[in-house]
Structure formats: C-alpha cells, structure tokens
Nanobody, 114 residues
Framework: QVQLVESGGGLVQPGGSLRLSCAAP????????MGWYRQAPGKQRELVAR???????NYADSVKGRFTISRDNAKNTVYLRMNSLKPEDTAIYYC????????WGQGTQVTVSS
C-alpha cells in the first residue's frame, strides 16, 4: 500500500503563510506527477497545483501568484508554499501521486481565520 505522508497544516490568520509537505515512496515519487487537491466544507474536491516528474507546474486560477508547488527529488518530498492566505483557502488539503490521481494522502487541515 502506497503511503503519502502530509504535514504542515494548521491555523493561520488571513494574509499569513504556511508550507505543506508530503513524503512519498521513492518508487512512486520518481515517475509520478505529484499534486495537491483541496476540499472545503460543502464543496467538491479541486486541484490546487500539480508538478510533473520533470518539474513543470500548473495551478488553479484561484491560487496563481500566491501558492508555489515544488519537489525535492533527493528527499522524495513535494511542497506547497501558500502565501497571502485567504479565508476561502480553508479546506482539507490532500497530497496526490499520479495524474488520475492514483494515490491520495490522508489530508491535512488548513484553516485561515482571524
């Protein structure tokens, strides 16, 4: 069973920053696109950002210019740096592997509130 282990969620004030991390098995990390999805209460799960094995990225329009996805191939870890956070960014954030996606993490809560 593939495990994606997320960390870094929490409570932050509007305008603040957080960095999410997700560690994956090397066999998965080397070949799969890695991504972050989120699901807010009462809303459908949506793609936030994705990074390919070669480093190409794409973002949801709602986070462009504020969020940055990156990957450390030596640590088999993908990151999501979130700046200028807004209350509407509040959601459970899931790390994924594969374009489908094929694998999901357990999720980490991000709450943006004053």
């Amino acid at each position: 069973q593939v495990q994606l282990v997320e960390s870094g969620g929490g409570l932050v004030q509007p305008g603040g920053s957080l960095r999410l991390s997700c560690a994956a098995p090397g066999s998965i990390f080397r070949i799969y696109d890695m991504g972050w999805y989120r699901q807010a209460p009462g809303k459908q799960r949506e793609l936030v950002a994705r990074i390919t094995s070669s480093g190409s990225t794409n973002y949801a329009d709602s986070v462009k210019g504020r969020f940055t996805i990156s990957r450390d191939n030596a640590k088999n870890t993908v990151y999501l740096r979130m700046n200028s956070l807004k209350p509407e960014d509040t959601a459970i954030y899931y790390c994924t592997a594969g374009r489908a996606p094929n694998y999901w993490g357990q999720g980490t809560q991000v709450t943006v509130s004053s």
